[in-house]
């Protein structure tokens, strides 16, 4: 029987119509002839309530314990729709993440998957029944306590779970028609993609584009499990990230992100073996550095900046001015003003002059560059955070990526 594992948003089952409408989707998947797992995330925006509520409680809350608060969000959902399933009288039954034997590391706030069991999902689908499981969240098999899989984790869930249990498809329902060529809030005219490859796909996710997380698509790409991304708003097909494209773009896409920070450490010795002695004890800390930059050296001393998620930006402050003091750096500086906007396509590798045109056009709109790096099919630059949107969609019209551009090529 076709299998398929769909996946719903926090504004697809944001209120009780909308988990209604869910239900009715999920029902009609399934007396077309399929086997119908759904994975919920927590409704509306319900984490982000939970993570201030929090906040107000204790500045210091203790992972463990915030891990247990926020696997309430899912909890909810994942019951909601079990009932409204129930009430087209199909069988129906919700699983927490630790029910349906999604085990993880013990890496509270940003764990990840290690296993699935899997069986009770099994069973239930055997039963014939549509099962919910929680996104976002699983167990640690050692310490016992439920994890989180840190924000968006629900695509993660989803296509783990397509790909442990050998799905055909997963089905990720969200607020947008599909994978756009940037982000549609952000540019008006952006145009939705019929079809990404995963390895642009993961970059564009980790380069900011959150209509997937970054883990989801390595899933997808490593069990080869079709991710289809769609709107749960209406049946309209939506966007198909796959191994191969038909056609391959020079840019598939813009993404952009706001969530970084930067880190300057000015006046370090210029010697061998300093750099080292910065950013080892950043990774001890378990802080992921995106990008760095050193400048060249002047009077023996140079300036070492890079880049971290701002939800880190005090650890990473720390660490770095401890360095700094060790190794006799002048100081430290932090700038949260940043932003980094990133042109994905896999067939830059065959073009010249990609990264060029992209720095004129920048120039040409008075976007300063404070640092860039790139990948094969990937170049991302750090501006100024007032400067996004003006980038962003400065860079969409340069490289031609809205559908009236198109329209005037093709005449
Ligand atoms: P969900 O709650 O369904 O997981 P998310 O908010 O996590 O939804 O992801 C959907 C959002 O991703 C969209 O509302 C959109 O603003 C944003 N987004 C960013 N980049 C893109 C892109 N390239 N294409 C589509 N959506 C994007
Ligand atoms: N509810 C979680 C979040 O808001 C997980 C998810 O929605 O994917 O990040
Ligand atoms: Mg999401």
């Not at 509270?108 to 239930?124: C, S, T």
């Not at 980790?206 to 997937?212: P, R």
Request: overall charge negative; glycine content about 10%; some cysteine.
């Amino acid at each position: 029987m076709p299998f398929v594992v769909q996946k719903y948003g926090g504004t697809s089952v944001a209120d009780a119509e909308r988990i209604r409408a869910v239900a009715a989707r999920a029902v009609a998947t399934h007396e077309s002839g399929n086997d119908v797992v759904v994975v919920v995330s927590a409704m509306g925006k319900s984490t982000d309530d939970l993570i201030k509520l929090a906040n107000d409680v204790t500045p210091n809350s203790h992972p463990r314990e915030m891990d247990m608060l926020l696997t309430s969000g899912e909890r909810i959902s994942m019951a909601l729709v079990a009932m409204a399933i129930q009430d087209h009288g199909v069988g129906s039954m919700s699983l927490t993440g630790s029910q349906a034997g999604i085990l993880t590391t013990d890496a509270h706030g940003h764990a990840e998957i290690i296993g699935i069991r899997g069986d009770r999902v099994r069973e239930g689908l055997a039963e014939d029944k549509i099962v919910i499981v929680a996104g976002f969240q699983g167990v640690n098999p050692e310490t016992r306590d439920v994890t989180t899989l840190g924000r968006g984790g629900s695509d993660a869930t989803a296509v783990a779970l397509a790909a442990a249990l050998q799905a055909d498809v997963c089905e990720i329902y969200t607020d947008v028609d599909g994978v756009f060529t940037a982000d549609p809030r952000l540019v008006p005219g952006a145009v939705k993609l019929d079809e990404i490859n995963f390895e642009e796909m993961l970059e564009m996710a980790s380069a900011g584009a959150g209509v997937l997380m970054a883990r989801s698509v390595e899933f997808g790409h490593r069990y080869k499990i079709p991710i289809h991304v769609r709107s749960s708003f209406h049946g309209g097909v939506g966007t198909w990230v796959k191994e191969e494209t038909m056609e391959e773009a020079i840019i598939r896409g813009i993404a952009h992100d706001v969530s970084e920070a930067k880190v300057t450490v000015h006046g370090v010795p210029d010697a061998p073996g300093l750099a080292a002695r910065l950013f080892e004890p950043l990774a001890d800390a378990g802080l992921t550095v995106d990008m760095i930059v050193q400048n060249v050296s002047r009077q023996g001393v140079t300036d070492i900046s890079f880049t971290v998620p701002r939800i880190d930006l005090v650890t990473a402050e720390d660490v770095a001015k401890t360095t700094a003091a060790a190794i006799g750096a002048a100081g430290v500086d932090v700038d949260q003003n940043i932003a980094k906007v990133s042109l994905v396509g896999a067939g830059m590798k065959h073009e010249f002059g990609i990264a060029g045109k992209m720095f004129r056009i920048l120039a040409e709109h008075g976007v300063n560059i404070e640092m860039i790096s790139t990948s094969p099919i990937r170049i991302s630059c750090v501006v100024r955070g007032d400067d996004v949107a003006a980038a962003v969609q400065a860079l969409h019209d340069g490289f031609e990526l809205g559908a009236e551009e198109e329209a005037t090529e093709n005449g």
